[in-house]
């Protein structure tokens, strides 16, 4: 099976910086999208960046300019490097990754168990 696992949160004052990790492992045939998602509070779940195996990435609006989403192949991982921070940017952040495993024909999304990424003063 597959396991995602993110790192990286924290505390961290407004116009900090954070960098996340999501490292997926397993029976892993290939990888295809991964990306980021956010859950805040009382909010719906949104994407946050994403980027595909060639590397082409999608922002949210809130986030672009300030947010970088990038992935190292060879280590099954994707980052989210988060510059700027806002305390509206404090949210539990989920990986998620579109993986097919070896013996299936078929990918599917693998989700992290999520990071607390809190902005405050």
């Known amino acids: 099976q597959v396991q995602l696992v993110e790192s990286g949160g924290g505390l961290v004052q407004p116009g900090g910086s954070l960098r996340l990790s999501c490292t997926a492992s397993?029976?892993?045939?290939?990888?295809?999208?991964m990306g980021w998602y956010r859950q805040a509070p009382g909010k719906q779940r949104e994407s946050v960046a994403t980027?595909?195996?060639?590397?082409?990435?999608n922002y949210a609006d809130s986030v672009k300019g300030r947010f970088t989403v990038s992935r190292d192949n060879a280590k099954n991982t994707v980052y989210l490097q988060m510059n700027s921070l806002k305390p509206e940017d404090t949210a539990v952040y989920f990986c998620?990754?579109?993986?097919?495993?070896?013996?299936?024909?078929?990918?599917?999304?693998?989700w992290g168990q999520g990071t607390q990424v809190t902005v405050a003063s």
């Open positions: 998620v990754a579109d993986i097919r495993e070896y013996f299936t024909t078929t990918s599917r999304d693998y």
């Open positions: 397993g029976r892993i045939s290939s990888i295809r999208g």
């Open positions: 980027i595909t195996s060639g590397g082409s990435t």
